[in-house]
């Protein structure tokens, strides 16, 4: 069978921007082997063709996922190198199918490639995302930005807020683009479900959050602003380094200055 984007432009465009982005975070140096891993909901992009593609394989799901029955996704795949996912996205990730009940899915194209093994992690957020904020969430992008990851390493920024506040104060753009600031969440092993379930709680006010000593996670509608906003938030840790490097502890924006942000971008939209 021909490869689902030769048949689908609108897909293909979708497709090829994740796979801009998977070299990014390679070119960043985020994505050592195979860190990190890219899940985007693109049902929008299906067409009556693709819907009826019969499945490669299907497997059971270990929970529901009610919001997102019948919905597809692009997912990398499970051991797949963000490098190679950059230059072929259909043989290092697949598009799957969540069926009626959402408790199991298809493999439907363009080969059997078994998606990352923090599927059911994935699946949650985009579950939690649209049943209980609300929010067109497309996207869950995890990553190893070496900054920050190098900030969880520091005892005070595993306090809840801290860090955020300090990527916040190191130039107004991070307050900007990053408007929900950060979430930090205790060190877990990668993969579990307690590290998922914790995330979703951090999801509750934060776009963006950072997993001690591991790496990041975001959330949002389009890939691209999704990888600008790590990208942003370590701008801010490099200009943190930096400033360290040349003196004292860096200073950061007042909360004046922050506050000053707020009247012309607006205040974060948190619940
Ligand atoms: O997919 O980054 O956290 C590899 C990872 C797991
Ligand atoms: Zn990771």
Partial sequence: MSSILESNKALA???WQIAEVAGYLWERGWAERNGGNISVNVSEFMDELDKNRPALRTVALLATFKALAGHYFFVTGTGRRMRYVAKSPMENGSIIRLNDAGDAYDIIA?????????LPSHLSMHNYMRSVRGCDT?????????????????????????????????????RIIVPRGVGIIPYEIPG???????????????????????????????????????????????????????GEEPEGMTNEQLDGLVPVFGLPEVD
Avoid at 110 to 118: G, K, M, R, V, Y
Avoid at 210 to 228: N, P, Q, R, S, Y
Wanted: aromatic letters at 6%.
């Fill in 13 to 15: 465009v979708q497709v």
């Fill in 110 to 118: 363009d080969n059997d490639i078994a998606p990352t093994s923090e």
């Fill in 138 to 174: 497309k996207v869950v992008c995890h990553t190893h930005p070496t900054d920050l990851i190098a900030l969880t390493h520091v005892k005070k920024f595993l306090q809840p807020g801290v860090l955020g506040r300090m990527l916040w104060s190191m130039i107004p753009e991070t």
């Fill in 192 to 246: 579990t479900m307690d590290l998922a379930t914790a995330t979703i709680k951090e999801l509750a006010k934060h776009d963006v959050v950072m997993w001690e000593k591991h790496g990041c996670l975001a959330v949002g509608e389009d890939i691209i602003e999704t990888f600008d906003m790590i990208d942003t938030l370590s701008k801010s840790s490099q200009i943190y380094f930096y400033a360290k490097q040349a």
